[in-house]
């Protein structure tokens, strides 16, 4: 359409995506960035009065990229632009890229808006940029009067303009907004903002809010339903900024603890698959009034909603049966992603807002293992990353570019301090850290809550506003992987008895024996079943992960990546010495946070990562642990500390040394780190 | 996909369509009508159970399509079609087209469903064949049971299925099924039939119903909202069958007697429109019972829904505020065509019922009139067509296959028998013939629900249960163009009184003379006043018809149809007396019933007369008769009797006579005649 650029035309730079092209003189750089497929934001349409297009000039000799950029390379701000300034107000250096043209070469920056770093209820939204391409636009138009020689509808004339203006083609409008298109249009004196969502399951576009005159805001959600908490990002789709974060427990928990016994619930009680879903939906809602007042946003200005669950979640929460998932072939109502207007969920935020559920991938991986794996992006790189969330069910996903497998093994509740004695949700007065003196076998620890350990000076008197009430996930993970490195337990999980002798903290109950971690009220002990459990929820994890290792012929994985609550607290270096995960450069083991959230805040904010998960989720193959013949013989063979296959973890030197100094040398408790002793040491011990 | 056909295979001829083709010997009957593009209906996928694919052959040697068609050129019936013919019974003839298979040259008849004439509160759909091309179709198919190797959920197989059965592609599902999915599924053990809607605005094909097993039927309503009465069809979406036709008053009566009075209520009361909006929603559930009742339908059976409504009608039944409609520039909210799910317009049919409502043509000439105009067609054929439906306003449309143009006049209630001193609506006891005898200016009538003439022997007794109450629109016709045939009236309109001195008839009310119709309780007269109404509600008609005449160039029209209820019981030759409708030839003007019901049927059995409509509409041009600056001299010029402009309809001496005839040899009272004297008599009369 326009004509071909001439050489002598300025040259534009585009940072920091380092598209480029020439332009004539005059050309409003807005339009030179969209003709570049430069991401720009705009509501108003070029009429200078949204200012979301701002963009600054970088100044200076460019002389890699053959340009010199300087202010003189912009027009001078006309009148529109600095009524805007003198109303609005412009950060120094940015200017409205709909009014200012280009006079010269440019290099141009187009603000980026990080998504950062929130913490939802000991979850975090890893840092990233999100590049913007929302499923919801906002766009003014000025619609032409009615003409009783034309009489075209109002909506009708409306939907012209928009396509006039803005190019929407074919565009549907949600059915509520019929009866205000008259009054919104004549109380905007026929200027009008519409919301486009661009992103319908149904093809079109559809106009899902109007607002009269010029509407320069829209919010989406981005939530996590899991079992035990709920997880929720407020955003705004017009800049990415993140306007709060927050989170709260999952209401169905007075069903059922964990998952199968909320399904052992609907199958036993005719109203029970009603009453868990009406209790998510409503938290769901509370936690969009929270958000929203924490973020001072109106919840009627939030136009899309992307969801992720596990499976069980995904189907309560949608209103479906979850039995068929309690039982073999274990069954999805639906796999696919999925849309609905949020009102038809009872989400009660604008009533044209949509809502986006992640696909599932299998009946027990569900979307937010999708979600996970989305903001992970395996499929992305070439090394074999390994994503972990561990729940009632650890949900793995294995694999790089060429290919990636999933599955779920049945971990069971104990990592999450469920089946363990004096196991607790982590909460205020949990223990959260645990050291033992490979000498002495004393303990000390660190409680939730508080600051100091508990060997420290003032413990006892700032834990007593919360007390020491039990042990949380996190730290079940540490206090058994000390007890097998100060060999109070044996490879086999066995409390070693003979150690009474040595220590008050080894104590007999009947056959067994247990480890005394603090004695008071309540008495808080490790004992055999304690051991036991936590060997099967392990070897569970390691037999799944071995699997889709040995599905994708490899015996070692690049990149180690534990997604979830679980995953943020726990200490990988722990996690490797328990044998949970393979061996792997400890520098390579993150802990992400929750990850499946942040796939929701992805597929929120850009369309396109809907289209990816999705066309990812169905290239995943699906493996069933309970289908494999060698999962057993895998399970079995990982009971052992740390596990029968791998010996020991093989940590690298480079890692090693680093944890032996902190723990000798430095002795800070915070990153404090086991030693380890040769298996002769520990023989001796136990001879001891 | 399929090899060319071979000049060697068989001859299949399609009737009524004519469409042909060489097949293999071997090729189900039903796969050779698909390939040609010939509608046979299916619902079980071939299955030979479903019954729907009957078809039967000619026999004989049909020599101009080089044919010799007999029933040895089709295979016998093989196990699962004598299967379907013992269970569910075959008529004498009919064959399933899903198992028959060509065995020779061969003429199928392929049955046609007529949409026969039903009489619907007075107004009748006409006579028609639709051909049939419904939105919804239902299609049963057998799904693969979850396999927990490849763990899509119920519903992604369930669509994988629909896809490979019946090249449905991007299905979508109506969110209410979503939860129900799985339970059908096992209740059906995995044989199930989906309802498709594959007319959907938003171009995605969507489930809107699941059922267990095979499920053989389907209905569809087509609804005419009027401002008086609605009226309603029931019909098979898979035969075309009409179950049931009914109608009823439009509750919405109560507000206002007409349109401007009930937008007048909608300004005048706060809860105004939503308690007319609740009013006729309420109305058309009420009728939907009715005609299911009548139909021995389940309303539950419905799936699509087709309206018609004049654009206040259409405005209140959507929830829409008409208060711009009753002013200029009488901007409708919403000039499309517009589709709902029917719950959202509160109709309580099954739960994923469409609803499409055909385009406004503007501001006065509603989705009824495209209706209407859709069922009469202008634009279909060559000849000028003039389409007149008269309410309070009379909605015109005017031309052919060049180019159509359309526009409303403000004609009153009068036609409707409002602003006449003796008017009613039509109801038993009301008169709805008059004839006058020219010597003795004495009147005969009828009422509506007694059988015999006022002066035949008997009538009195016959009347006595419903009384003489008044009169109604079309007698309103009759009788003043009675009294301008009997020189009562003056081409002006003034009543003669100089008549009284030979009539008792005419009576004298202050300074204007009256008509008396019947003397009696109630008296019933026709007063000077209510002459002027009828002059000026027909001048208002006419200056609108010639206002298009003009805008197409045209002195003279080549069919007239008249649509609606007035249409239905005015006599076409009274109308053309009164110079109601220009210059016709007799046998071309007929009345078509509610033609917009029609319509809305049209658009309910085929789809493609939705597009059709919508493109049609698009293209009307339309006409304020406001803002033509010779409207006024127009309606001036019509206000005589019957126009200054046509002194006299021309009517042809082929029409003429047989009328003449009618009135003066048979002297039957039902299809009596007026006999028209020349002006010549006219004026000695009065002279005299």
């Known amino acids: 359409m326009n004509p071909p650029p001439n050489i002598t035309d300025p040259l534009v730079l585009f940072m920091p995506s380092g598209k480029r092209g020439r332009f004539p003189r005059g050309t409003p750089i807005l339009d030179a960035a969209r003709s570049l497929g430069v991401y720009v934001e705009s509501v108003c349409g070029g009429r200078a009065t949204c200012g979301r297009c701002q963009i600054e000039v970088q100044q200076g000799n460019f002389a890699k990229h053959k340009i010199v950029s300087s202010l003189e390379h912009i027009s001078p701000k006309g009148a529109k632009e600095e009524r805007y300034e003198r109303v609005r107000g412009l950060p120094e250096g940015r200017r409205l890229s709909c009014s200012a043209t280009v006079e010269g070469d440019l290099v141009v920056d187009v603000p980026q808006d990080t998504v950062i770093n929130a913490q939802v209820v000991r979850k975090a939204a890893t840092d ?3 590049e913007r391409n929302a499923a919801v636009q906002l766009c003014y138009v000025e619609v032409d009067e009615p003409d009783m020689h034309k009489p075209l509808g109002d909506l009708d004339r409306l939907k012209a303009m928009l396509e006039k203006d803005w190019g929407w083609k074919d565009l549907l409008i949600a059915p509520h907004l019929i009866p ?13 903002t519409a919301a486009i969502h661009r992103d319908m399951d149904t093809s079109r576009p559809f106009i899902i809010g109007l607002f009269p005159g010029l509407k320069n805001e829209a919010y989406g959600i981005a939530c996590d339903i899991g079992s035990t908490t709920i997880a929720m990002h407020l955003v705004s789709l017009l800049s990415g900024r993140i306007a709060a974060s927050s989170g709260t427990s999952n209401p169905q928990i007075r069903f059922g603890e964990d998952l199968m016994s909320r399904v052992s619930y609907v199958m036993m009680n005719p109203d029970g698959r009603e009453a868990m879903t009406k209790a998510v939906r409503e938290a769901v809602n509370t936690l969009i009034g929270k958000v929203c007042a924490e973020g001072d946003v109106n919840r009627e200005d939030i136009f899309d909603c992307v969801f992720v669950a596990n499976p069980i979640m995904h189907h309560l929460f949608l209103g479906i049966d979850p039995t068929e998932l309690g039982q073999a072939p274990f069954a999805l109502a639906v796999s696919g992603s999925l849309q609905y207007w949020a009102h038809e969920v009872d989400i009660a935020v604008n009533r044209g807002a949509r809502l986006y559920m992640l696909p599932c991938i299998a009946g027990h991986v569900g979307a937010d293992a999708a979600g996970a794996t989305l903001s992970e992006g395996p499929y992305r790189q070439d090394k074999m990353m390994l994503l972990v969330d561990v729940g009632t069910n650890a949900e793995i996903v294995l694999g790089n570019s060429t290919r990636v497998v999933a599955a779920s093994s049945p971990t069971g509740p104990a990592f999450e301090g469920a089946e363990i004695s004096s196991g607790q949700r982590a909460a205020p007065g949990a223990i959260e850290r645990v050291r033992i ?10 409680v939730i809550g508080v600051d100091k350990w508990s060997d420290e000076e003032g413990f006892e008197a700032a834990a007593a506003a919360t007390g020491v009430t039990g042990i949380c996930g996190s730290a079940i993970i540490e206090v058994v992987a000390e007890m097998y490195l100060t060999g109070i337990i044996s490879e086999d999980g066995v409390v070693d008895g003979a150690l009474a002798e040595r220590s008050p903290r080894i104590i007999q109950n009947g056959r067994t024996f247990s480890y005394l971690l603090r004695d008071g009220e309540p008495r808080i002990t490790v004992t055999q079943n304690d051991v036991r459990a936590i060997q099967l929820a392990k070897a569970a994890l390691y037999a799944g992960v071995k699997l889709l290792m040995e599905k994708q012929g490899i015996d070692h994985v690049d990149i180690i990546r534990f997604a979830g609550a679980f995953g943020s607290f726990i200490d990988p270096k722990y996690a490797m010495v328990l044998g949970l995960i393979p061996d792997c450069d400890l520098s390579e083991v993150k802990a992400v946070g929750n990850a499946a959230g942040t796939g929701a805040l992805m597929a929120l904010l850009n369309r396109n ?3 990816e998960i999705e066309t990812e989720v169905a290239r995943i193959e699906k493996i069933e642990t309970a289908l494999e013949p060698n999962f057993q013989q895998l399970f079995v063979n990982a009971m052992a500390l740390p596990n029968k296959v791998d010996p020991f973890p093989k ?3 480079q890692v090693k040394l680093p944890l032996r100094k902190a723990a000798t040398e430095t002795g800070e408790p915070g990153d404090g780190a ?3 002793r040769s298996r002769e040491e520990r023989a ?5």
């Open 684 to 688: 001796a011990r136990r001879r001891g």
């Open 609 to 611: 990562h809907r289209r």
């Open 180 to 192: 205000q298109v008259q009054s919104i249009l004549r109380k905007g004196n026929w200027g009008v």
């Open 128 to 130: 990233r940029v999100i």
């Open 674 to 676: 086991p030693r380890r």
């Open 437 to 446: 003196d490979p000498e002495t076998l004393e303990p000390k620890f660190r």
């Open 651 to 653: 940590l690298t030197e």
